[in-house]
Every structure is written in C-alpha cells, then in structure tokens.
C-alpha cells in the first residue's frame, strides 16, 4: 500500500509522514517506511560530489548529508538542478523508475506500507494512483509558508509548481486524493482530519 503527500515546500509533508508511521505503523506487520523521489537523487548527487572525497565520513552518502545539513542553501539548488535534469535527457520517469526499483524488494504484501514525502510531479502522483494508492495534497497559504522558513526564489522553482494546481491524474482518480490546509495545525491535527479517510480508502473497498 501506497500513500503519497503532495504539496509546496513547508506545507509539512515530511512532519505528516513521520506522524502517519507513528501512529498507524502497528496496522502493518510487514512494515511501515518513508521513502521519498528525492532519494536516489541524494545517493547519486553523494557519489558525484564526494564519490572519492567522503573522509573522514564513512560513506560519499553520510558526507552528502552532512554537508546538506549545514550548507542547504547551496545543496537545494544542486537537487533541483540534477534532478530536472536527468528527467529531461533521460526521461521524465527517471526517477519513479528509482523508486519502483527500491519498492520491489519490499514484501509483496498488503501488510506493508510504503510514505512517500515529496510527491511533486503528476508521473509520480500516477505511479502512486495506479497502484491502488492514496495522495493526500497539503497547502497552506503563502504567508504561513513565508513564516515557516520557505522564499519566494524557491516557492517560484519548477519543481515546487508544477503540481500547484489539482492535476489530470487527480481528477481521474479523484476517489483517491484528499486535501488539507494545514494552516495553524499540528502534524497530529493534520493526521487527525484526516485518519477516518485514510483508513476508509486503505481498507474500507475490501470490506
């Protein structure tokens, strides 16, 4: 099982999954893991920039962090770069390709569930769709984004509106997706509001 949290940059898509996991991770034995598209994306951008150069951190992966912890206004734009990037001269489906490649050695099972935090493109919200999943699109207006540490440089970049409207893929699965504002709510609001449907669309069509 899939779910999918679409929406701009601070509207807490990363704070919702790590509470989803919280709460619901005991309904799924085989497990629960948040994964993200921007993964394979940092492993690859690790072994570019610190391939041969990692020490005295134990892995090309572990300096990458490192240095996206302390320097993310330098690495955002690297992300962002070598992502679109490689969609464009390789396919825009380079990097759900990524992903569906980790998943498959995950338990082929419905007793897993698999959150992935930074849905931003219509291709990934289809991949997520089209296996029976779920997208849950948060916003918020832009003046709390503003005040929860997001620019407008950044809010203004592809990658952060190319799904700032409702898309196709939305639509015709429209049965699917939910929304929320999270406007002045706490991960466990934002869960709160929206758990019943959750579990509905998980498990409520097998009844």
Same mark, same amino acid.
């Given at each position: 099982? =899939?779910?999918?949290?679409?929406?701009?940059?601070?509207?807490?898509?990363?704070?919702?999954?790590?509470? *989803?996991?919280?709460?619901?991770?005991?309904?799924?034995?085989?497990?629960?893991? *948040?994964?993200?598209?921007?993964?394979?994306?940092?492993? $690859?951008?690790?072994?570019?920039?610190?391939?041969?150069?990692?020490?005295?951190?134990?892995?090309?992966?572990?300096?990458? &962090? +490192?240095?996206?912890?302390?320097?993310?206004?330098?690495?955002?734009?690297?992300?962002?770069?070598?992502?679109? !990037?490689?969609?464009?001269?390789?396919?825009?489906?380079?990097?759900?390709?990524?992903?569906?490649?980790?998943?498959?050695?995950?338990?082929?099972?419905?007793?897993?569930?698999?959150?992935? &935090?930074? +849905?931003?493109?219509?291709?990934?919200?289809?991949? %997520?769709?089209?296996?029976?999943? %779920?997208? *849950?699109?948060?916003?918020? &207006?832009?003046?709390?984004? =503003?005040?929860?540490?997001?620019? $407008?440089?950044?809010?203004?970049?592809?990658?952060?509106?190319?799904?700032?409207?409702?898309?196709?893929?939305?639509?015709?699965?429209?049965?699917?997706?939910?929304?929320?504002?999270?406007?002045?709510?706490?991960?466990?609001?934002?869960?709160? !509001?929206?758990?019943?449907? =959750?579990? $509905?669309?998980?498990?409520?069509? $097998?009844?």
């Amino acid at each position: 099982m =899939i779910i999918g949290i679409l929406g701009q940059m601070r509207t807490g898509k990363t704070s919702l999954a790590r509470q *989803i996991k919280s709460e619901m991770e005991e309904q799924f034995p085989n497990g629960c893991f *948040i994964h993200s598209f921007a993964e394979p994306l940092r492993t $690859e951008c690790a072994l570019t920039f610190f391939g041969e150069h990692y020490r005295p951190h134990p892995s090309p992966r572990t300096a990458w &962090d +490192v240095a996206e912890a302390t320097n993310k206004e330098v690495c955002r734009p690297i992300l962002q770069a070598i992502g679109e !990037g490689k969609r464009r001269l390789l396919g825009r489906d380079y990097w759900v390709n990524k992903v569906k490649e980790w998943a498959s050695y995950l338990p082929t099972s419905p007793d897993h569930l698999i959150i992935m &935090d930074d +849905v931003r493109h219509e291709n990934e919200a289809r991949w %997520i769709l089209e296996n029976n999943g %779920i997208i *849950i699109r948060l916003t918020a &207006d832009r003046k709390t984004l =503003i005040e929860r540490g997001a620019s $407008e440089e950044r809010l203004a970049h592809y990658s952060e509106t190319a799904m700032i409207q409702r898309s196709a893929v939305e639509k015709e699965y429209a049965h699917r997706c939910l929304a929320m504002r999270t406007n002045g709510l706490s991960p466990a609001g934002v869960l709160k !509001g929206l758990r019943r449907f =959750i579990e $509905e669309l998980l498990w409520g069509e $097998e009844e």
